[in-house]
């Protein structure tokens, strides 16, 4: 990650608040990770508070066959009167026993740090003993926060990807021949892997869990330029997790990955690219040229492809021009987010974040920097670790058009005449690629759209008048 | 450890933050990790609450572990303390502070010394009490300081207002129905006569608990939050408690008739039995409605109840005795109060169950085959999956346990409601009638559960067996494949050689 030229006006203001913000637990991710991975099963090791957390503020309800349970810790665990590897032992038979997973995650919490439960130590033991997979991710609150949990189990995995790729054919065939049944009746992928299409570089592993149909844009967006990518972490099964060669590429889709790509750095041996995340079609196009520049390939068709993306969103964009977007801070993606907003035109006084990596994220924040002065926009301030309180003083003061909070601001803010959108809908949408730039804009529009199809009413007139039925 | 995939009652804290977000004016400090805050979440979404929730989380991260949680909790008690001038600030820890095992007391002191409001912690063990026991709890806690401070300073109430008077104690934000409850409960108040004294913890203010006392008797409609407050209020001052729950009809009766004696023993002389009856037979809907040709068919019907104590129990009682409804199981998940549930059904159902267990009821519904079930949302998930329909009459709390429009489980017009849940989940009448006839609306397999029409098919023994192999969470879909692959081949029989042959075909 190199810093490109020194002409810059002005540098980013970081502050780090340290105050008390609002923002969900790393342990959520298991909401979309147990869909993302089909075979696995997340076992989160924890209090009745995690375990409500799940179940009510996320909604993640328990029906028919759940992949996911909670190890709810008793009085007994936390004194230490029971031993934590036959608690654990008799969890995970049973689970073996009742869903046969083929990989169990632990998620450890708060409460395991805090107890100091050993569970990287215990893990390697019972997994020979029950002869299940057991990859263990501290998803904890004292150290992370809301989308980080996938960073945590995506660390804990890429321990877990083979480093040789399988040995001979059949083999490659057995260990797909039950993928290859369930596909059964459809098309066998949707990426077809004819060798020709393809330049000749090094092998290039994308790392971000991301719905299926993102994945596969993303994969065909590469190989237009002819890049294979030869897998993902995570995969759509456990059993598929991508090779990882010594000097393998790796290239990140999300920003709060900063301890998976470390890992793979440091760990794996593999080379990272650091790019700005494929998240607008500004940074999407980013993303691609810089993977592109890493193998000397010449990009080919990105300006028609982009400047179309662009031409298409003319209608959304109207709406946002010269309008203000405040961030509140939540899910980390609140850098890329502000970057392609500033792209469409608005300005962003405050980016409040969780946590900053300036490594990671650093492509990304130098793009930020540049759309701005292309902008003519000031540089927002970004705020880390942000104290909700004053931030709410702030808005206040600011008046932004826009604020994108979590849920817990949402409904009083709203009630104070402040339009706000919850940032948790950025981190559950489809938001990347070049296609998906509409949706983010679809989200971002919606509460601006709202108003003038309620004619900015207020709260004293409450109906339109002139209504045609 | 315990293996959960559902909890019933949330922890220890959701009850505090409950009680004391309920108060006007007062704000809650967690000394919490990150995320453990998410009540603010619950409260903002569920409840549609226009204001800002009124609690505040000290972030526990790995500094303050390092370096000592005091100062920040201090500091935090007399910034909020000077921000929004609370009466009171309430500091509690979570299931994963409370094992850090500080002296919050001596955090509460101090922060004391600097601050304009009061300081109390709530004094709660958050792995030994759940969510309802915590709510009690602390409601007791907040009232028993408030009249230790009154009696201190000479301003307590203890003279008894001119007219007869009530205090409504358990009203809470995000508790099932409890604000339609409460509008009813007043309502039904003012009939009879009563005026209110306090309703709590629901929009009251600390500094009126000094006038608890003068209430001629306090009302406990929700066995789970206020018991502990009322036995406080009755051993200190006298004030005799009623704790009929008035739902359904009879109990709504019962209820109103126990206000009347309590009262009459002080020196009031109402009688409510007219208006009893007024209600019953002519205002209420639900008395009528059970005599009704529409009820006749539900005769003998069987439905299993479950709920926390207050509603199942409640239920029960409705069901068998308002509507002639067998109940064959009513459950409870109040494990910790179970006895007074077993007295409460005795006699009203063939069986009773005391679990937390979600799957332990699960499974006694499909045992039992009930005609409907009244539980939470869970049981609702288990009654979709077997195709019995299900009435929502207990906590966890869900977003349609919120509806805008006037949805009251208690009181007559509560009654009333308790009529539609229960006639909106049988099939009732003609329909009944025509299933019968002609063998229900669609001839779906409900053994097996698929969408796959399967009927030209059968598996073989031992292709059964192949494909018990293979893990569950896949099974339906290679199910499903290997099927295609026999109708496409007009294979009848699926034996274990077939299943291995549409995984060749794949793999060819």
């Known amino acids: 990650m190199t810093v490109a030229d020194n002409q810059q006006p002005q540098a980013l203001n970081f502050e780090c608040e340290t105050g008390n913000y609002h923002t969900f637990c790393p342990i959520s991710c298991v909401a979309w990770l147990y869909q993302k991975i089909e075979d696995s099963f997340f076992l989160v090791i924890g209090t009745k508070t995690c375990g409500y957390f799940l179940q009510n503020a996320m909604g993640v309800m328990i029906f028919a066959e759940p992949r996911y349970a909670m190890a709810e810790l008793e009085e007994g665990d936390i004194s230490a009167q029971l031993n934590d590897y036959n608690e654990l032992k008799r969890l995970c038979e049973q689970i073996k026993r009742d869903r046969n997973p083929s990989v169990i995650v632990w998620i450890g919490t708060c409460t395991t740090e805090i107890i100091k439960m050993d569970l990287e130590g215990l893990a390697p033991k019972l997994e020979a003993e029950i002869g299940i997979p057991i990859v263990v991710a501290r998803a904890n609150g004292l150290d992370y926060a809301f989308t980080q949990g996938e960073d945590t189990v995506l660390a804990a995995m890429a321990h877990r990807c083979p480093s040789k790729p399988p040995e001979t054919e059949t083999e490659k065939n057995e260990r797909n021949s039950i993928q290859k049944l369930l596909n059964f009746g459809r098309k066998q992928d949707d990426v077809n892997a004819d060798e020709s299409d393809y330049v000749d570089h090094p092998p290039l592993v994308l790392f971000g869990s991301l719905p299926d149909p993102v994945v596969t844009q993303l994969t065909l967006e590469l190989k237009r330029q002819g890049i294979k990518v030869s897998g993902w972490l995570p995969a759509k099964r456990f059993t598929e997790l991508p090779v990882l060669e010594e000097g393998s590429y790796v290239c990140g889709v999300n920003p709060f990955l900063s301890r998976t790509a470390t890992t793979l750095m440091r760990r794996r041996k593999c080379k990272l690219i650091g790019a700005p995340f494929p998240i607008g079609p500004d940074g999407t196009r ?41 961030f509140m801070g939540d899910n980390l993606l609140e850098v890329s987010l502000a970057r392609f907003l500033i792209r469409c035109g608005m300005t962003v006084p405050e980016i409040g974040i969780p946590y900053m990596d300036k490594r990671y994220q650093g492509a990304e924040l130098e793009l930020l920097q540049k759309t701005c002065q292309e902008m003519g926009v000031p540089l927002p301030r970004i705020v880390e670790k942000p104290d909700n309180y004053n931030q709410i003083q702030r808005i206040y003061d600011l008046k932004p058009d826009l604020v994108i909070t979590g849920m817990a601001h949402a409904n009083p803010l709203e009630a104070r005449g402040i339009n706000t959108k919850w940032s948790v809908e950025f981190t559950f949408a489809q938001i990347h690629g070049f296609s998906n730039a509409r949706d983010i804009l679809e989200l971002a529009t919606r509460p601006l759209r709202r108003n003038t199809a309620l004619k900015d009413l207020g709260w004293e007139k409450l109906v339109k008048e002139d209504a045609t039925v | 450890m315990k293996l959960a995939y559902w909890m019933y009652a949330g922890p220890a804290h959701i009850g505090t933050l409950r009680v004391a977000s309920s108060f006007k004016n007062v704000h809650a400090i967690m000394h919490a990790p990150l995320g453990d805050d998410y009540f603010n979440v619950m409260r903002s979404m569920l409840e549609r609450e226009r204001d800002f929730t009124p609690v505040t989380t000290s972030v526990v991260d790995r500094n303050v572990l390092a370096r000592g949680s005091q100062e920040k909790v201090v500091d935090n008690i007399t910034r909020k303390d000077q921000e929004e001038h609370p009466d009171l600030i309430v500091l509690t820890p979570t299931c994963t502070s409370s094992i850090l095992q500080e002296d919050l007391q001596n955090f509460v002191d101090r922060a004391q010394l600097e601050s304009q409001g009061d300081v109390l912690l709530a004094d ?66 003012a009939d009879l006569g009563i005026t209110i004294n306090t309703v709590i913890p629901e929009g009251a203010s600390v500094q009126d608990l000094k006038t608890l006392p003068r209430a001629w008797f306090n009302l406990v409609p929700y066995r789970e939050l206020g018991m502990m407050t009322a036995e406080f209020l009755q051993a200190e001052f006298g004030t005799p408690t009623v704790d009929v729950t008035p739902m359904g009809v009879v109990e709504t009766a019962r209820c109103i008739r126990a206000i009347q004696t309590v009262l009459n023993q002080q020196g009031a002389s109402v009688d409510y039995d007219h208006y009893i009856d007024e209600q019953t037979r002519f205002v209420s809907q639900a008395a009528w409605f059970s005599r009704s040709i529409d009820c006749q068919n539900l005769t003998g019907k069987k439905a299993v109840v479950f709920g926390d104590n207050t509603h199942a129990a409640a239920m029960t009682k409705i069901l068998v005795r308002e509507m002639g409804i067998k109940v064959v199981l009513a459950g409870t998940y109040c494990k910790y109060d179970a006895d007074w549930f077993r007295q409460q059904v005795e006699g009203y159902c063939d069986e009773v169950l005391i679990s937390e267990d979600n799957a332990e009821i699960a499974n006694a519904i499909a045992r039992l085959e009930p005609a409907a079930i009244f539980g939470t949302q869970m049981e609702r998930h288990v009654g979709k999956r077997l195709d019995i329909p299900c009435g929502v009459i207990a906590s966890p709390i869900h977003i349609q346990n919120f509806p805008v429009g006037y949805k009251p489980f208690l009181g007559y017009e509560g009654a009333n409601q308790m009529v539609d849940l229960v006639y909106n989940s049988f099939t009732l009448g003609m329909e009944d009638h025509l299933l019968e006839i002609f063998g229900g609306h669609d001839t779906k397999d409900v053994i097996t559960k698929d969408m796959s029409a399967n009927a030209d098919l059968s598996w073989s023994k031992d292709g059964l067996a192949e494909l018990n192999k293979i893990p569950g969470f896949v099974r339906g879909k290679v199910k499903r494949n290997t099927e295609k692959f026999a109708r496409d081949r007009q294979i009848e029989s699926i034996t274990a050689e077939v299943l291995y042959a549409a995984k060749e075909s794949v793999g060819a």
């Not at chain 1, 300006?303 to 964009?317: F, K, P, S, T, V």
């Not at chain 2, 792995?127 to 007791?140: I, M, P, V």
Request: net charge neutral; aromatic share 10%; hydrophobic share 35%.
């Open chain 2, 124 to 189: 709660v063990n958050h792995y030994r009490y759940n969510e309802l026991q915590a709510s009690d709890r602390t409601l007791q806690q907040i009232v028993q300081y408030y009249i230790a401070k009154a009696r201190k300073k000479g301003d307590l109430r203890t003279d008894k207002t001119e007219q007869p008077s009530v205090n409504i104690i358990g009203m809470s934000t995000l508790g099932f129905h409890s604000n339609h409850d409460c509008r009813e409960l007043r309502s039904l108040m």
């Open chain 1, 286 to 326: 980013a993303w691609i040229e810089k993977i592109c520049s890493v193998f000397g390939i010449e990009p080919k068709g990105l300006d028609e492809r982009e400047a179309g993306i662009w031409a298409n969103m003319e209608d959304y964009l109207e709406l946002l021009r010269g309008k203000s977007v405040f």
